[in-house]
């Protein structure tokens, strides 16, 4: 088969490499029907990640049809048609037990495309198969469910949830990438009064408006905390969403936060951040941060196939599964290609 195979920092190669086989009782193989690419895979690139090796089989979101399943996988069958999750689960370790599969002590986690070749290729191994895929319902789009393998629930879960999001509040986002927009998404489930939407790039606001922003602030030139106080009273934002992850962006997000609101911090930080805890002790401010766990994907499909999720908006441009080398270009590039996310299906 052919896979997008990670050579190094700044390497990568679409190559023939041997299909995937099953290696332990819980695998499935899967033929992989469409896959997209997600920042994170542009860090392992930048080789910001060290402990993903030269040779490693990139990507982490994919739907695919199962050809292949271990002899220890109980609800599985070749041709049924699954998401892969983005997180692996043993599901009987003690995280797993509490939902906490992102802390996998079993030898799942953040593995995909990680720790195990992953799924940017036409045919995947997926540990702990009956645990780390769901079954996809015939009236959800491969297009749509790959959105769920990773950047739904993470904004859900590490962004809306964690940040405990009310009908009435003020929502500040920070970063309108997929992972700032898919928060927009999923926070205007809560019926809050205002999502206001900061970035520095104009495209990514108007996308924000689109996945219903009510307010967007061009970071640079216009004034956030201003933005934030006209609506609120002065006070400041109940939910701050940092979804960039630089020491500016969060230290950005420690101010806009209003007194005894939450700050959700979704970015992945590659650098120290300044906390100013003499300021955010007295004003009973809540921070919480986290990788993703994806315990809330039964439900985010539950509401895709009730059409609750409009995620019309957020697939840019579409290739063959072949094509992963000018995908890679064109989502590395999004001020020059507008790319939100980029997926390519057979
Ligand atoms: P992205 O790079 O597509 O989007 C980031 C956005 O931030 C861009 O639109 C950019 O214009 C904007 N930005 C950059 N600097 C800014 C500044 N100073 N002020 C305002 N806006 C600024 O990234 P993404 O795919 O949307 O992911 C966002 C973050 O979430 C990344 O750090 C990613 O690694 C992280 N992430 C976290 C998890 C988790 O489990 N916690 C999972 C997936 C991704
Ligand atoms: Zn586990």
Redesign the pocket.
Known sequence: MKALVYGGPGSRSWTEIPDPVIRDPRDAVIRVDAVTI???DL?ILGGDVPAVEPGRVLGHEAVGTVVEVGSGVAGLAPGDRVLASCISACGICRYCRDGAY?QCLGGGGWILGHRVDGVQAELARIPFADLSTYKLPDQVSDEAAVLLA??LP?SYE?GVLNGGVRPGDTVAI????????AAVLTARLYSPAHVIV????ES?LQAAKLFGADITVL??TEDPLAAVRSVTGGLGADVVIE????P??FE?CATLVRAGGHLAN????GKPVTLHLEDLWIRNVTIT????DTYSTPKLLDMLVAGQLDLGHMVTHRFGIGDFMQAYDVFAD?ARTGALKVVLSR
């Open positions: 997600c920042g994170t860090h992102g990773d950047i993470t590490v920070v970063g309108a990438g997929p992972i700032g927009l900061i970035d520095k790039a990514r970071a640079g979804a960039v992850g630089t500016q962006t950005l979704v970015g992945v930080h941060t986290g990788l993703v999004p």
